[in-house]
């Protein structure tokens, strides 16, 4: 059985920093495109950050420069590290292994980030 487990989130100030870590079991994570979303009150769910199989890395406009997606494999977990968060980071983040080639995705239960002005 596939999970993803995320943590980390909590409550900051703006301009603080957290790191959001996802701990898989049941899956390789060196071997799955990872990606982070998230989802703030009232809005869609938003792709943040993504990385290949191969550790190439993409970001939404809105955090290139703050955010930065890792992983350890030795861990077999992906991160997500926050710099100067702001209000609008507020939101459900949540940790997805997805692959085009097979199809199969799977999703993590989600942590809260809250940022106060």
């Known amino acids: 059985q596939v999970q993803l487990v995320e943590s980390g989130g909590g409550s900051v100030q703006a301009g603080g920093s957290l790191r959001l870590s996802c701990a898989a079991s049941g899956i390789f994570l060196r071997f799955w495109p990872m990606e982070w979303y998230r989802q703030a009150p009232g809005k869609q769910r938003e792709?943040?950050?993504?990385?290949?199989?191969?550790?190439?890395?993409n970001y939404a406009d809105s955090v290139k420069g703050r955010f930065t997606i890792s992983r350890d494999n030795a861990k077999n977990t992906v991160y997500l590290q926050m710099y100067s968060l702001n209000s609008e980071d507020t939101a459900v983040y949540y940790c997805k292994a997805a692959s085009a080639a097979s199809g199969r995705a799977y999703w993590g239960q989600g942590t809260q980030v809250t940022v106060s002005a």
């Open positions: 792709l943040v950050a993504a990385i290949s199989s191969g550790d190439s890395t």
